[in-house]
């Protein structure tokens, strides 16, 4: 199944670095700003949704001047241009999804933007937000094999539901057995991987994997 990378329209500082991700066999999806920043870098989207309010005349005009697949719609709208991509991502049955240029702006569209995932869960993508210095990730009840990175210094977990149950932390510096997490708790916050691969564990609720490092 596609692969499917979006650009929305964040702040262009914390973007990742795009040479990362070239040998990577991804579908690029731009969302308003973003697409006017992919096809800067060279990069054609297969589709593109927006209402362009953040652009100008003259940037409109070169995007729409290049033919690329574009759904258009009004600034008065019941979703967001991010939710409307991640929509379309679901009806392709995508096997996983990476969201750039979704943090570092207003922090309601952040907040959202996370909570994106949840629904991208629901569908069975697996996805990410991705940045300069974050990658977030959303795992649902079960046992996850997490692989140590050098790029990332700390992992955190925080609960997107009330409650998450029973989690159990392994590999990491700092271990839990079978602790009942409440939404408000800092516990988990900023450790480290201690072994090669780390496992998280738990039985209910959803919990937010934050994977980061301090800005140089």
């Known amino acids: 199944m596609t692969k499917y990378a979006i650009l929305a329209g964040g702040p262009s500082h914390l973007h990742p670095s795009f040479d990362l991700l070239k040998n990577e066999s991804w579908q690029w999806i731009g969302v308003d700003r973003g697409t006017y920043r992919l096809l800067k ?42 939710e409307l991509a991640i ?14 240029g979704a943090t570092g702006g207003r922090l309601d569209h952040e907040l959202l933007n996370i909570q994106l995932l949840y629904k991208l869960s629901e569908h069975h993508v697996e996805a990410c ?39 159990t932390l392994k590999g990491f510096k700092y271990k839990l ?9 800092s516990r ?5 991987y201690k072994d090669a691969v780390g496992e998280v564990r738990f039985t209910e609720g959803h919990l937010l994997m934050i994977q980061s490092k301090d800005p140089s």
């Not at 990069?43 to 593109?48: A, D, L, R, Y």
């Not at 300069?132 to 977990?157: A, C, D, T």
């Open 41 to 82: 870098k060279g990069i054609t989207p297969v589709k593109s949704f927006g209402d362009f309010d953040s652009i100008t005349t003259k940037e409109k005009e070169w995007i729409f001047n290049k033919e690329i697949n574009v759904d258009m719609f009004p600034s008065e709208k019941d979703k967001t241009d991010l």
């Open 87 to 100: 929509d379309w991502v679901i009806e392709q049955n995508s096997s996983a999804c990476m969201v750039m």
């Open 129 to 167: 937000l991705l940045d300069r210095y974050n990658r977030i990730s959303l795992l649902k009840p079960g046992v996850h094999s997490i692989i140590s990175e050098n790029s990332f210094q700390y992992v955190s977990f925080i609960p997107l539901t009330t409650e998450v149950k029973d989690l």
């Open 177 to 185: 057995d079978h602790t009942t997490i409440r939404v408000g708790s």
């Open 188 to 192: 988990c916050i900023s450790n480290e």
